[in-house]
């Protein structure tokens, strides 16, 4: 369950507000285009703006319109307490997997996030997906903790946040990783312009942000990575002013608003403020950019 | 009013539950020291951590219990329209002034940053202190946005993180805010360690991690620096130790949280987890080090 291509949606608001109606749609497209899972409340799901009762709702909502594809939902917060509400909030609404990443305000030692892990682990009946993204949460993990945590019962996968650019290097780094799991335990690739790279090297996932708007853009890369090496960089190359989009504008949320609210996906200012939208330059150059693309409208 | 010492108290917890009888000891303990101001949720007093019911009943114990002291609130969180509310709440509770960090968790902008400030200050009628952190929200001010947000009405002061350890490089930095901001705009050195050559450089105010529950100890250093540089300096020195493990245990909260549960000021395991108290080794060293320190118990 934990392989292939999890789609993570936005959850775009409208006047600070849960837009339900342009969340489930943005669900119905991803299941149309035949993502493996649907990750609701990633990062780029804004999970780390949103109160308990929002968080409730759109899990909820995730799962009542993903029909057979399985849903993970996000639950991270600064306080383990909350961490494990959110969790049990996610398998009431039917989450299928939970994300945590190590969400700080005080900087983590390696045992604060090691204890977190087991807290969710032995109060979860679901798997969870370990979340390591240093950018958002400041904690880098290291192998030996990789190791430490995966070891828990209940945990299914680990989000690793990119891979070296260069093939063998890519490989052995996830080699590396892959020799101190479980062999159960599944790799996944994040930070979307190297999944084409870590799928090569050999992850069994991709948490992608852009398929979370633009699937079948993502789809396209995933398929080719089965059969064809070089069919897969060349879809991904052929994103590359989408990548460099992302490098701009702090990763992907700003740029992915921006792409769902020119497609009509969400409405006008879908982010959580204090998240400012893309200026009126960058939104044209946004658009210029997706036209370029030939993707899905 | 934002000037000279702010103390900022821990807010223990005991079994994930506000301890409001250990919070309102520490208040008192400040009232009797004299400090000048009381920071309630700040860093160390685990704002991050804690709910909206639970930061409004902070609040208000610490004006209730803090006779004719002036309290601030920490009112930072991921959300422009969440931060509104503490703000509010805050008020309510008799607030004097309110402290306000750019909390993140997606990279922000200046653009961000300032619009949260104008957010604020046009919501709010009491003072507003900005809280350059970047240790905890990763953001990292600079000059000019310092003079921007400066410039909005209802900014009573800047916390800046500290001062560079040259006597004349500290002043020339600080001579370099000052020359920006509006003359009534105070500013206030953290970063414990660094606080004699701070206020020896020119800020006005020292907002404190030790004084939320070493008042004396910091009292001495704020007196010593308004007569006595040198004196100010071996009072700062006198308390290297306390420095080194704070460096060494990631800022301050966990070793004041060690040294409240060892004076008897909070109970065991006061901290909200994730954040895990220091070992039992690292609590005999704090215990050694206050020991060897002669300050108040």
Redesign the interface.
Known sequence: MFTGLSAFPLTPLHH?ALDEPAFIGLVERLVAAGVDSITALG?TGSY????RDERARVARAAVAHAGDVPVFVGIGA?????VLAHAEAAQEAGAAGLLLA??S?????E???F??FR?VTSHSSVPVVVYDNP??T?FTFTTELYARIAALQGIASIKVPGVPADPEAARAHVQQIRAVLPPEVTIGVSGDAHAADGLLAGCDAWYSVIAGTLPEAALRIVRAAQSSPAQARAESERLAPLWDLFARH??G??VMAAVAEQLGLAQESSL?????GLTEDHRAEVARVIAGLDVEQ
């Open positions: 600070d990062s780390a703006y949103l109160d600064t306080r383990t307490s909350q190590p969400v305000y005080q900087p983590l030692t045992d604060d996030v204890e977190l807290a950018r958002t400041r702090g990763g949320i700003r959580p403020l204090p998240l400012l």
